[in-house]
């Protein structure tokens, strides 16, 4: 089992920022691609950023120029350092992680989403 921890939401005032952090940790011996989603109430989840192994990110067009994903793959660590919030901005953000486990014929990739932390920004 793998579990995420993350940190970093909270208040915030438009035009501000926010670093938002999740480690992964249990048992895993690779991470593939690691990323953040964020839902608001009423919304579906939808993607923000996602960041591969070699350092390869995507964003969304909605976080393009404000966001940076960023990860410690010796930290098992993934970053979300966003700046100029908006109020549209605030939501729950989950981080989610690719993992490999096991070995042989016991080998699995599997998705893993953290509990969400929460962001608001205010106008």
């Known amino acids: 089992q793998v579990q995420l921890v993350e940190s970093g939401g909270g208040l915030v005032q438009a035009g501000g920022s926010l670093r938002l952090s999740c480690t992964a940790s249990?048992?895993?011996?690779?991470?593939?691609?690691m990323g953040w989603y964020r839902q608001a109430p009423g919304n579906q989840r939808e993607l923000v950023a996602t960041?591969?192994?070699?350092?390869?990110?995507t964003y969304a067009d909605s976080a393009e120029g404000r966001f940076t994903i960023s990860r410690d793959n010796a930290k098992n660590t993934v970053y979300l350092q966003m700046s100029s919030l908006k109020p549209e901005d605030a939501a729950v953000y989950y981080c989610?992680?690719?993992?490999?486990?096991?070995?042989?014929?016991?080998?699995?990739?599997?998705?893993?989403w953290g509990q969400g932390t929460q962001v608001t920004v205010s106008s």
């Open positions: 989610t992680t690719d993992c490999a486990s096991g070995s042989g014929r016991e080998y699995y990739t599997k998705t893993y």
């Open positions: 960041i591969t192994s070699s350092g390869t990110t």
């Open positions: 249990g048992n895993f011996f690779r991470i593939n691609v």
